[in-house]
């Protein structure tokens, strides 16, 4: 018995409503992106309108800070950064003063930080690169940045946003957690996922992306037990628990 083909005509038509299909579900991924941003960027403030421990203590409030800060702050809870940072910034507030004070003051200084051992070595370092490599710089590309000892994709991202006010999202754990809660990612890759949500969040959301994600993943989406039943964009979210159906 011969084998049954679709005829060009059949085909055709089959063939655009898969593409029209496929155009309507990007179309409506779209327009979910945009309403979470849009609902998200409604319910939190910007980092500079908030009381936040980071901000109030001047973590961020120099370029120099801000860098040192954020090296400090990996796998570190804030308060912890805090109690490290506000001494230290009375003792140095540049490079060439980070880099001339004594290894053991500055380990003890930093000892409320996880890893402060290792970051003694990175933070020595990484002053002798940007006044040896960059002039006394901070170079302002990702490249150049993630050159630097101890500065890795999230580092260098959280330094091209606040620092050199560019359009890019950096994803730590409270970031990556919303996104893959959300399927806007799907990775437990934090580099990965930084790349697919910058590439489809819509640029006029990009600069202050990072804020609202980090604050809805402390606040309302948190690792164990997130409150559905309070959060602005259960409707948007598959994940969401029961309390936020009822
Ligand atoms: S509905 Fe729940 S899981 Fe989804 S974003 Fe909101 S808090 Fe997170």
Partial sequence: MPALHASPVTQNASEMMRTKKHVSDASAELHRVESIYELLSRSYPTFDK???PWMTNGLSSTPFRCL??????????????????VPLFERVSSFEELLALDDEELRAIIKPVAHYNRKTTNLKTMCK?????????IPDNHQDLMKLQG??????????????????????????????RLVLVQTSDAEA???????????????????W???HGMQVCTARSPKCGACCISELCSFRTADALA
Avoid: W
């Fill in 50 to 52: 908030t009381d936040d």
């Fill in 68 to 85: 040192v800060s954020v090296c400090l702050s990996t796998v570190t809870i804030t308060p912890r950064v805090v109690k490290a940072c």
């Fill in 129 to 137: 690169q940007i006044l040896q490599d960059f002039g006394g710089r």
């Fill in 151 to 180: 500065v890795g994709r999230k580092v260098a991202d959280i330094m091209m946003n606040f620092i050199f006010h560019k359009d890019t999202i950096a994803v730590d754990t409270h970031v990556l957690r919303v996104l893959n």
């Fill in 193 to 211: 996922a930084a790349d697919q949500i910058n590439a489809i969040t819509p640029v006029h959301y990009k600069r202050h992306a990072h804020e």
């Fill in 213 to 215: 994600l980090i604050q």
